[in-house]
C-alpha cells in the first residue's frame, strides 16, 4: 500500500491499483467532493470518506494498559463461583463508571459452575499414579470428573482417539482409558481443517509474515497456537470415549510441553463425562503407551466439583448528544468477560480503552451513544449458545434466557453497529521442546480483524490499523475472496452472530490457545504496546461510526455482495456477469457515501436490479415475493437458503433501496 496520510486515503486518493488490491472500489473523487466537508441537520459528515481524525493526545497511554492488565492478571482465572470473578467485574463497573457511563443494566441467574483450580501454584489438582510414582498431570478437559468422582483406580486400555464410541459401547468398564490426539491429516486438507489449523488467505494483513505460506501448518516451535489448537481439540473426544465405554478414569497423553499444558483450559461443552480425565505432556507418552499395552494398574486424582454460583452481565452507556431520546443510536462494544487466562477474553480492557477516549469528547460532540455490553456466558458448558445448568442440575439455553440483548431488547432496537473485542494484547508463544516449555518469542500475536462486505467498512478498518503502526493486523471481509484465490475462513470474534442483531458487524480476535488459554502464563505474553495500538486501531474505527449516516454501514449492502457471489459460485452467471454486478454495485455504493442516496436508489432501480432480472431464467415471476422475504432483514450472514435466487437477489435490491429512502 502507498504511504498515505488518514485523510487523503479515506477521500480516495489511493492508486487503483493498491484499492484493487485490497478488493476495494475506486470511489468517484468528483462525487465525492461535491459533498466534502458538508455536515446534516443531525451533525454526521454528508461524505463517509471525509472524516475529522482522533486526536492521539487523548488515546489511552500504554502503561495505563499494563496496569489493567496486572490487576487482571492478579485475579487469577475469571470464571463465575471463582473467587475474583465478581471483584473483577465490579473493578471494570467502577472504571467505566469513572469514565462516565451510566445506567447499567444488568441481568443475573444461578448456574453450576465447574471448578478445578489450584491458582496461583499448580499443585495437588491432579495427577495420576503409576508403579507407586505420583507424576503430576498438567491439565484436564473442562467438565469431566465431580464432587463424587475424583479419583479411579483400574487397569491401562489403549482406545484410538477416532475409535467410533458407539462401537465400544460400554466395553471398557472400570478400567482406565489411554488415548492420544491423532496426528495431522494428510494433503489436501478439507476446509473444515484449514478454517482452524493452517494460514489462510486474507484481504490485508500487516507485518510480519510466518516463514510457511497459505495453506501450511504454523510449526509449532514458531508460534505454538495453531498447534495446541488441534492438540487440545481432540480432548472431547475422550471425553465421550470414556463416557460411552464406561471406564472408570481417562489418561489422555498430549503432544504438548509441560509448559504449555501446565494450567491449559479446553472448550468443550456437550460432552460432561463423572469420570475423571487428566492429560499428561509429551514427555510421558512412550511410558505410558508401553505401560497401557501391559495392561498396568494406574490411578488417576483429579480435585473437580460444580460450584453453585451466581452469574450476571451488563450494559452501561457512555451517553450521546441524544441520549435518552427517540433520535440516539447505539454503537455497541462486545467482550466477553470471563476466562481462565489474562488475554483469553480481556475484551472488556480494550472497551475501557476506547470510553477513555470518548469521555473526553464532551457529550454534545458525540453523535451517538456507545454501550459497553459485559457478556459472561463464554465459557457456561464450553459456548455462549450451548446450554448451562442451573443449582437444581436443570438444563436451560444461555442464548434463549441469558443472552443479554434477548433480555434487554431495548438497546437492541437502537443499536446499529456492533463492533466485537477480544484476545487483545497477546505476544507470540513457542514450543521449546529441549526445555519441555513454552517460550515467548519476542513477536506479537496475530490480531485477526473482519468488517462487513462493505467497501466503506473494509478501508475505514484497514486504514485504522496502519495509522495506529499495529502490527500483524490480518484482516478478512466477510463474503470477499482472499487476495490469493485460496481458503480464506472466518475471524473467531464476539460478534452480532451472538445475537442475531441486523446490524452491521465489525471486530477483532487474536490467535489461541497457546499462551492464552492457560491459567499460568500470565503477562509475559502480554504486550502494553500492542493492547494500545489495538485500542488506538479501535478507537479510530468508533470515531468513523460517530460520524456517518448509518445508511453507508447498513448490512443490505452486505447482504446484496454476498447474494451476487452466490449467482456466481453456483454458477448462475458467469465471472463476468457477477464481477460486472459488484462493479456496478460499488459504483453506486460510492455515490451512498458521498450523501447521495435518492441518486443510489434510482440507479439500484434502473441499473443493477434491471440486470439481475435480465440475468435470470426465461419465466422468472418477480412479481410475487422474493425468495428471501422478511429474511433480507437479518444479519450480514444471512443467506440464500430457499426459492429462486435471482428472486431472492431482486429481493435484496429492494431492500437496499428502501433503506436509501
Known amino acids: 500500500m502507498e504511504n498515505v496520510t488518514r485523510r487523503s486515503f479515506l477521500k480516495g486518493s489511493v492508486s487503483a491499483a493498491a484499492l484493487a488490491g485490497l478488493g476495494l472500489a475506486v470511489v468517484n473523487a468528483s462525487v465525492n467532493q461535491a459533498s466534502a466537508g458538508v455536515i446534516d441537520e443531525n451533525g454526521l459528515k454528508v461524505n463517509a470518506y471525509d472524516l475529522d481524525e482522533i486526536d492521539p493526545e487523548k488515546l489511552m497511554p500504554a502503561e495505563l494498559g499494563y496496569e489493567w492488565h496486572a490487576y487482571k492478571d492478579a485475579c487469577g482465572p475469571l470464571y463465575p463461583g471463582y473467587p475474583h470473578y465478581d471483584e473483577y467485574l465490579d473493578w471494570v463497573e467502577q472504571k467505566l463508571t469513572e469514565y462516565g457511563c451510566v445506567d447499567k443494566l444488568q441481568h443475573e441467574w444461578q448456574m453450576q459452575s465447574y471448578f478445578c483450580n489450584d491458582w496461583p501454584v499448580h499443585e495437588g489438582s491432579m495427577s495420576v499414579v503409576l508403579d507407586g510414582e505420583e507424576i503430576e498431570a498438567g491439565a484436564n478437559p473442562r467438565l469431566c470428573g465431580d464432587e463424587d468422582h475424583q479419583s479411579a483406580t483400574g487397569e491401562m486400555v489403549f482406545v484410538d482417539i477416532d475409535t467410533d464410541p458407539e462401537t465400544v459401547k460400554g466395553a471398557y468398564e472400570g478400567k482406565i482409558l489411554v488415548t492420544t490426539p491423532a496426528g495431522y491429516p494428510e494433503k489436501p486438507y478439507t476446509d473444515s481443517f484449514k478454517g482452524t489449523y493452517v494460514i489462510t488467505d486474507t484481504n ?11 495453506g501450511e501448518i504454523v510449526p509449532e516451535t514458531e508460534n505454538n497456537s495453531w498447534h495446541t489448537r488441534w492438540d487440545f481439540g481432540q480432548w472431547s473426544k475422550a471425553c465421550k470415549l470414556v463416557r460411552e465405554t464406561g471406564a472408570a478414569g481417562g489418561i489422555i497423553l498430549t503432544s504438548l510441553t509441560w509448559g504449555t499444558l501446565k494450567g491449559l483450559v479446553d472448550r468443550q461443552g456437550s460432552n460432561r463425562t463423572q469420570a475423571p480425565i487428566v492429560c499428561l505432556d509429551f514427555t510421558y507418552k512412550d511410558q505410558f503407551m508401553a505401560a497401557a499395552e501391559a495392561g498396568k494398574e494406574v490411578t488417576v486424582n483429579l480435585k473437580a466439583e460444580y460450584l453453585k454460583a451466581v452469574n450476571h452481565n451488563y450494559f452501561m452507556f457512555l451517553p450521546g448528544k441524544y441520549y435518552g431520546t427517540d433520535q440516539d443510536e447505539y454503537i455497541t462494544i462486545n467482550s466477553h468477560s470471563d476466562a481462565m487466562n489474562l488475554t483469553q477474553d480481556n475484551g472488556a480492557l480494550g472497551t475501557l480503552g476506547i470510553i477513555h477516549y470518548f469521555s473526553q469528547i464532551p457529550q454534545e460532540e458525540r453523535n451517538r451513544t456507545i454501550v459497553a455490553c459485559i457478556d459472561t456466558r463464554h465459557f457456561i458448558e464450553g459456548a455462549e449458545g450451548a446450554t448451562g445448568v442451573d443449582w437444581e442440575g436443570n438444563s436451560y439455553s444461555n442464548r434463549e434466557m441469558h443472552e443479554p440483548y434477548r433480555c434487554f431488547p431495548e438497546v437492541a432496537e437502537k443499536t446499529i453497529v456492533t463492533i466485537g473485542l477480544e484476545h487483545m494484547g497477546e505476544l507470540e508463544a513457542a514450543e521449546d521442546y529441549e526445555n519441555n516449555d513454552i517460550v515467548v518469542t519476542g513477536r506479537p500475536e496475530l490480531s485477526f480483524m473482519k468488517a462487513d462486505d462493505n467497501d466503506w467498512c473494509a478501508r475505514i ?68 504496546k500492542k493492547f494500545r495500538d489495538e485500542v488506538d486501531t479501535w478507537t479510530r474505527v468508533t470515531n468513523a461510526f460517530m460520524q456517518v449516516d448509518k445508511r453507508v454501514f447498513d448490512p443490505c449492502w452486505s447482504n446484496l455482495n454476498k447474494a451476487v457471489r452466490s449467482l456466481g459460485s453456483k454458477e448462475l452467471i458467469n465471472n463476468t456477469q457477477m464481477n460486472g454486478l459488484l462493479g456496478n454495485i460499488a459504483d453506486i455504493f460510492g455515490g451512498a457515501a458521498a450523501g447521495k442516496y435518492e441518486q443510489a436508489a434510482f440507479r439500484l432501480e434502473a441499473e443493477t436490479k434491471k440486470s439481475v432480472m435480465g440475468m435470470a431464467p426465461e419465466g422468472t415471476d418477480f412479481s410475487a415475493e422474493g425468495a428471501l422475504g422478511e429474511a433480507t432483514g437479518l444479519s450480514s450472514g444471512a443467506t440464500l437458503t430457499e426459492g429462486s435466487e435471482f428472486q431472492g437477489v431482486v429481493a435484496l435490491i429492494d431492500a437496499v433501496i428502501a433503506k436509501m429512502a
Open 204 to 214: 490485508y494483513r500487516t507485518a510480519p509474515e510466518f516463514s510457511v505460506g497459505i
Open 461 to 528: 478498518l484497514i486504514q485504522a490499523a496502519t495509522d495506529s503502526g499495529l502490527e500483524r493486523a490480518d484482516i478478512k471481509v466477510d463474503g470477499r475472496p482472499g487476495n490469493f484465490g485460496e481458503f480464506k475462513g472466518t475471524v473467531r470474534a464476539v460478534q452480532a452472530s451472538t445475537h442475531q442483531l441486523p446490524v452491521c458487524v465489525i471486530g477483532e480476535a487474536g490467535n489461541w490457545p497457546g499462551a492464552h488459554t492457560q491459567m499460568y502464563t500470565g503477562i509475559r505474553f502480554f504486550s502494553d
